[in-house]
């Protein structure tokens, strides 16, 4: 189970502890001057996998909307679990752009004008 931050975009703040971190904060605030809604997410997993354990952080930045965000914002973590828990030679760097590139292709079927660009970073004990 993962925290999520936005769409609020009122001023919010989200602090997680887990098995591989001893704290992650993230403060998400939307500027009302500039914007009539909050495009982005931000995402801190605590524990994405158990053995070996890992943790999952990500931000996503929206572009025109919403609607791209709030599919990659669970689907990425979901496609990056199972590649990790795939059972091929691939290294973790593979996986994780095959995670991307899955998400990629599946986030076509979404209806929406809206994209996004994504940063993530996965904390994992070998």
Do not use: W
Not at 27 to 42: G, Q, V
Not at 65 to 91: C, K, P, Q, S, T
Not at 118 to 124: G, K, M, P, S, W
């Amino acid at each position: 189970e993962g925290l999520t931050l936005g769409p609020q975009g009122g001023g919010e703040a989200v602090r997680a502890e887990g098995p591989v971190f001893r704290a992650a904060n993230a403060f998400a605030e939307m500027n009302p001057r500039k914007r009539r809604s909050m495009e982005d997410a931000h995402r801190i997993v605590p524990q994405l996998t158990v053995e070996p354990p890992s943790a999952f952080f990500a931000v996503y930045d929206g572009h025109g909307g919403r609607g791209i965000v709030e599919y990659i914002e669970h689907r990425l973590e979901e496609n990056l679990r199972e590649e990790l828990d795939r059972e091929d030679e691939a290294g973790v760097p593979e996986r994780i752009a095959r995670a991307y590139v899955r998400t990629d292709a599946e986030s076509a079927s979404v209806k929406t004008a809206s994209g996004a660009t994504a940063i993530t970073c996965l904390v994992r004990v070998e």
